[in-house]
């Protein structure tokens, strides 16, 4: 019983390397062919929705689709298996996006059509950041991560703001405009709002009155506010955090090219990104 439990430990090993391992060889190659899985079932359900190539070829596109999604579910299990802590892979983010990667096929089985829903496997490629490791674009990721994090009350409490004023305003042009311009009811005119306010302007429903036309005038100009707004809080949060850890100093040089100038908690020389000693 013993002998069996090493030899499992061992396996859980081997696999956490492949798996984890984005430094080593085989985790390197892992990455890259899963990479290429991933690609190739995008492409694959897309094709299938091209009905010139889906009544010819659905049969081995379906067939081809069973297949990687028979491997990307031998890697989930096989993650949640290596690992010390499954849980916290689990509801991870990727843990969240490998398990929806696999899902839609099996739920197919029972619901016909919803092996398209398998699209959303593209979102995996968000493992490409972690694949490549390049220090710059996990700094900057980082801090945007922050900006966006410090925000959200403000971006938040917007749009409370803003579903407030489109009910009000979708109330207002259904008195204003009624049946007969196209305003049937106060969820049509909530539902025109939302379009003009995100300068969409489908153009299927449009006021007739003069009241109407000046109030949508209004609610035009309103829409820019609407998208350059959560922008600018953004913006200010992310330059207010790159002013604070920032901070130039010439101290440290790179023992690799020589640069001088790094910030002052900077890990890696912004040049070649060699590894900084302070």
Sequence with gaps: MKNKKSQYEIFREKVKIILYGTNTILGR?????????????????????????????HYQLWICEWIITIFFTIEYVLRIISIQKPVKYIFSFYGIIDLLAVLPMYLSIFFPGASILSIIRALRFFRLFKILHIPQISHQSFQLKEAIEASKEKILVFIYF??????????????????????????????????????????????????????????????????????????AEFAKKSLRNNTVSTKTSCQICGSQLHFDNAKFCHECGTELHH
């Design 162 to 235: 803003v579903l407030i004023s489109t009910v009000i305003i979708g109330s207002l042009m259904y008195l204003v405009e009624g049946k007969d311009s196209g305003f049937t009811s106060i969820p049509m005119g909530i539902y025109w709002t939302i379009v003009t306010l995100t300068t969409v302007g489908y153009g299927d429903i449009s006021p007739q009155t003069p009241l109407g036309q000046f109030i949508a005038a209004l609610v035009m100009i309103l829409g820019y506010g609407i998208i350059a707004v959560p922008t600018g809080i953004v913006t």
């Design 29 to 57: 190659m892992f990455d890259l062919v899963l990479l290429g899985l991933i690609l190739l079932s995008v492409l694959l359900i897309m094709l299938d929705t091209v009905q010139g190539i889906s009544s010819k070829y």
